[in-house]
C-alpha cells in the first residue's frame, strides 16, 4: 500500500506555539501534498512539495521531505484557533498519475 | 479563483434508491476523479477520468457506481442502488494535466450522501 501515515493522530496545543505533523508512506512518488479539513466540510490544499524538493515554505507552514527515509513534516508556526481542523498528507506514486492516496490525518485543536 | 463546485451539499436517499451526485470541475481541467470519506475515516480514491474513460478505479468502485461527463463541463458519479455503507462524503476533484508539472489537485466542497 502507499498510504501516507500521519502522527500524532491528535494533537492539541496553545495559540501561539508551533504545531508539527508527520507522515510517512511506503511507495516512490511524485510528490506529496498536504490538506486541511474543517469539520464536516471540504478539503482545502494547503502545499505541494514535488520528490526532488526537500522544503517549501507558504506563510506560516512549512514543508519538509525526505525520500530516503519516506517522510514529511508539516510544521505550522505562531498557531492561531483558527488553524484547529484535520490536516491530511496524500502522496501521489511514480507509477500512477491518476490518483492521492490520503493518511488517516491529524486531528489538530489550537487552544485560545 | 477558479473553483471545482459540487451539488447538492446534502443529499438524503431511502436504501436501494438510485442517487446522482454532480461536479462541475475547473473548466480547463483534463483529469476528473472521485473520492469518498466515510464519518470519522480517511479519504478514499474511487475512481478517475481522463478523455472521458475511466483510467483508474478502486476496489470500493465496483458495479454499482459509475461516472459520465454528460457536456462539456459537468462530471457524475452515479450510484446505482444505494447501501447504508454508502453514506458518506463524497469529494469531487479535478487536476489540470498531471504529469506534466500541474499535479495540484482541487478539491469541490463535497456532497454529504445520507441513506436511510
Known amino acids: 500500500s502507499q498510504q501516507g501515515e500521519e502522527d500524532p493522530q491528535a494533537l492539541s496545543i496553545q495559540e501561539g506555539e508551533n504545531a508539527t505533523m508527520n507522515c510517512s508512506y511506503k511507495?516512490?512518488?511524485?510528490?506529496l501534498q498536504w490538506y486541511r479539513q474543517n469539520s464536516g466540510r471540504g478539503l482545502v490544499h494547503l502545499i505541494l512539495?514535488?520528490?526532488?524538493?526537500r522544503e517549501k515554505h507558504s506563510g506560516r507552514l512549512r514543508v519538509t521531505l525526505d525520500t530516503s527515509k519516506k517522510s514529511s513534516s508539516l510544521l505550522i508556526t505562531a498557531s492561531r484557533a483558527a488553524d484547529t481542523a484535520s490536516y491530511f498528507c496524500?502522496?501521489?506514486?511514480?507509477?500512477?498519475?491518476?490518483?492521492?492516496?490520503f493518511g488517516p490525518g491529524t486531528s489538530l485543536s489550537v487552544i485560545p | 479563483e477558479p473553483e471545482v463546485t459540487q451539488t447538492p451539499s446534502h443529499q438524503v436517499t431511502q436504501m436501494g434508491q438510485e442517487v446522482i451526485l454532480r461536479c462541475v470541475p475547473i473548466?480547463?481541467?483534463?483529469?476528473f476523479y472521485w473520492y469518498r470519506q466515510i464519518l470519522g475515516q480517511k479519504v478514499e480514491f474511487l475512481v478517475s477520468f481522463y478523455n472521458n474513460e475511466i483510467s483508474e478505479k478502486s476496489e470500493i468502485f465496483d458495479d454499482q457506481f459509475s461516472v459520465e461527463r454528460p457536456d462539456g463541463s459537468n462530471f457524475t458519479l452515479k450510484i446505482r442502488s444505494t447501501k447504508l455503507e454508502d453514506s458518506a462524503m463524497y469529494f469531487c476533484?479535478?487536476?489540470?494535466?498531471?504529469?506534466?508539472?500541474?499535479?495540484?489537485?482541487?478539491f469541490g466542497p463535497g456532497t454529504r450522501l445520507t441513506v436511510l
Open positions: 473548466s480547463n481541467h483534463l483529469y
Open positions: 511507495t516512490s512518488i511524485n510528490n
Open positions: 512539495i514535488r520528490s526532488n524538493e
Open positions: 476533484a479535478s487536476n489540470p494535466s498531471p504529469g506534466l508539472g500541474q499535479d495540484t489537485q482541487y
Open positions: 496524500a502522496t501521489e506514486a511514480k507509477t500512477s498519475y491518476d490518483k492521492v492516496i
